[in-house]
Nanobody
Framework: QVQLVESGGGLVQAGGSLRLSCAAS????????MGWFRQAPGKERDFVAA????????YYAGPVKGRFTISRDNAKNTVYLEMSSLKPEDTAAYYC????????????????WGQGTQVTVSS
């Protein structure tokens, strides 16, 4: 069982930056692939980025590639999402998630989810 708690969301102007954090409970954090997803009001939840548990390979959705960076610190049981050059269309609730799968990408099934943190980008 893994419990996930996101933090770091807030209000930022377009072009600004934010860093989201996701703290995980449990001693097996290093064996989970971690992902970030987002959901805007009235829209489906979308995959944003993932980092593998093994070689820390990363995978990004097209709209955020080059602007967002996912990373993990296994010693702190934490995964991060550094977001820069933010746009109003990045406004959403952001969720972190964990999976035992070694695979990356939007089609991977995630087993554990956090409660989300809101990011609002003003124009």
């Amino acid at each position: 069982q893994v419990q996930l708690v996101e933090s770091g969301g807030g209000l930022v102007q377009a072009g600004g930056s934010l860093r989201l954090s996701c703290a995980a409970s449990g001693r097996t954090f290093s064996t989970y692939t971690m992902g970030w997803f987002r959901q805007a009001p009235g829209k489906e939840r979308d995959f944003v980025a993932a980092v593998s548990w093994g070689d820390r390979s990363t995978y990004y959705a097209g709209p955020v590639k080059g602007r967002f960076t996912i990373s993990r610190d296994n010693a702190k049981n934490t995964v991060y999402l550094e977001m820069s050059s933010l746009k109003p269309e990045d406004t959403a609730a952001y969720y972190c998630a964990a999976t035992r799968s070694w695979r990356l990408g939007p089609a991977v099934k995630y087993d554990y989810w956090g409660q989300g943190t809101q990011v609002t980008v003003s124009s």
